[in-house]
Nanobody, 127 residues
Framework: QLQLVESGGGLVQPGGSLRLSCAAS????????IGWFRQAPGKEREGVSF????????KYSDSVKGRFTISRDNAKNTVYLQMNSLKPEDTAVYYC????????????????????WGQGTQVTVSS
């Protein structure tokens, strides 16, 4: 069974940090680009950060650029999202997703490009 499981969410004060993990089981992430998305109540799901199969290219939304860092450890079949300088507007359910890609250059960024999704982890930034 193909599965992605996020962990690391929680409650943090503004300015704090969290590290989200996305662990895959049932398949290897080596051939998948990975994206982190988030969805706040009443809002559409938005892409936050993306990484190619070999980790050679990364993309970030303007709202998190300079604060979030995506990385991957294919040996552990896990992708991470380090979130620093968190703001209340970062509050959302965060999802990781996997998109099969044929190369290591293209970075998919759209929701429809991702076929496998985790169940999400809640991140709440509040004092």
């Amino acid at each position: 069974q193909l599965q992605l499981v996020e962990s690391g969410g929680g409650l943090v004060q503004p300015g704090g940090s969290l590290r989200l993990s996305c662990a895959a089981s049932g398949f290897t992430l080596d051939y998948y680009a990975i994206g982190w998305f988030r969805q706040a109540p009443g809002k559409e799901r938005e892409g936050v950060s993306f990484i190619t199969t070999n980790g050679g290219r990364e993309k970030y939304s303007d709202s998190v650029k300079g604060r979030f860092t995506i990385s991957r450890d294919n040996a552990k079949n896990t992708v991470y999202l380090q979130m620093n300088s968190l703001k209340p507007e970062d509050t959302a359910v965060y999802y990781c997703a996997a998109a099969p890609t044929s190369g290591s250059y293209y970075v998919p960024t759209m929701v429809y490009e991702y076929g496998y999704w985790g169940q999400g982890t809640q991140v709440t930034v509040s004092s």
